[in-house]
Nanobody
Framework: QVQLQESGPGLVKPSQTLSLTCTVS??????????WSWIRQPPGKGLEWMGA???????YYSPSLKSRTSISRDTSKNQFTLQLSSVTPEDTAVYYC??????????????WGQGTQVTVSS
């Protein structure tokens, strides 16, 4: 059973960088041919795919967020991370990590983290 767990600060000040980590257990993030995504859901809105990192280490970003987003991984810890720079209150959302990347056409989400609330406020 694959499990994902998001971690990071719940409150970020405007203009700062949001940093989240997804720790994966029960499976390796380097296993062929899985993709690992970051998704968010602002209050009252739908899910927004932010980007993904592939088993190979290739990284993909949503065009709308590409200029502010950085995704990386630490294979020794079986973790992948999200950094979102220059945040504004509009970046307030529940942030999820998940396995899969349907936006890229490489498989539906089959495992999700529980989500973590991030609020951008001074």
């Amino acid at each position: 059973q694959v499990q994902l767990q998001e971690s990071g600060p719940g409150l970020v000040k405007p203009s700062q960088t949001l940093s989240l980590t997804c720790t994966v257990s029960g499976g390796s993030i380097t296993t062929n041919y899985y993709y690992w995504s970051w998704i968010r859901q602002p209050p009252g809105k739908g899910l927004e795919w932010m980007g993904a990192i592939a088993y190979s280490g290739s990284i993909y970003y949503s065009p709308s967020l590409k200029s502010r987003t950085s995704i990386s991984r630490d294979t020794s810890k079986n973790q992948f991370t999200l950094q979102l720079s220059s945040v504004t209150p509009e970046d307030t959302a529940v942030y999820y990590c998940a396995r899969g990347a349907p936006t890229l056409g490489v498989g539906e989400y089959d495992y999700w983290g529980q989500g973590t609330q991030v609020t951008v406020s001074s």
